[in-house]
């Protein structure tokens, strides 16, 4: 089943030395459940790409459809409620807020949608993060693998329908960093979850069931893998 779709997507910027296009003209699918990495040289465009997918920017010209709704038809405040509900990132730098502790970084996005947190699903995800035991922990009191961790909790507690990752192995070290891609594969296997992730690491992407290389804004190859 189909979980997400690009439709002649561009994103041009206009400088003074004339138009740069970010993203150029990009159409493709995902499968609910799919692994799928982006990847390309710094400058490709996968990040902005990602953040088109996601809706945290709006496009020049083109179309994202997330489980079926055509997310820039949507207003700033109702594009702001579903990628709250439905599109969970996650950040190189993780984006926690310093004041709240491991469980109030988790459960944001679900309180700002004034809903009950799901006392299960938040338990089951930090058992799976290894974060059992840390949920009065400020973040300048975790580790870099253990704030990726948090980060990872905070997009997958609202169950999105899709979770993108920009970057998610860039600020750790090797041993850290390959956790947390085992950990986005598990996210991937017990939960269905479908993920797209933006790396420049060839370790990461051997892993993807799926590799989308852009280059110059567009997709040059998009390859299906095992």
Do not use: C, W
Request: aromatic residues 4%.
């Amino acid at each position: 089943m189909e979980i997400l779709r690009a439709e002649n997507l561009s994103k041009i910027y206009r400088t003074d030395g004339g138009e740069v296009r970010a993203v150029d003209g990009v159409s493709f699918s995902v499968e609910k459940g799919e692994f799928v990495a982006v990847v390309g040289a710094s400058g490709s465009g996968k990040s902005t790409l990602l953040h088109l997918l996601g809706g945290v920017d709006r496009p020049t010209s083109g179309k994202v459809f997330v489980d079926g709704t055509d997310i820039f038809s949507l207003d700033n405040d109702k594009l702001a409620v579903f990628r709250r509900r439905q599109v969970g990132i996650v950040y190189q730098f993780y984006n926690l807020i310093p004041t709240l502790n491991v469980r109030e970084n988790i459960t944001l996005p679900v309180e700002l949608d004034g809903r009950a947190v799901d006392e299960e699903r938040l338990a089951d995800l930090l058992r799976m993060l290894g974060l059992t035991g840390r949920e009065k922990s400020l973040p300048n009191q975790l580790s870099g693998g253990q704030q990726q961790r948090t980060g990872i909790g905070r997009a997958l507690m609202a169950q999105p329908a899709i979770l993108l990752a920009d970057e998610p192995t860039g600020n750790l070290d090797s041993k850290a960093g390959d956790e947390i891609v085992s950990l986005l594969l598990e996210t991937n296997r017990t939960f269905k979850q479908t993920v797209i992730v933006v790396t420049h690491d060839p370790d990461v992407a051997s892993k993807a069931g799926r590799v989308i290389t852009v280059e110059d804004g567009r997709i040059i190859r998009d390859e299906k893998r095992g």
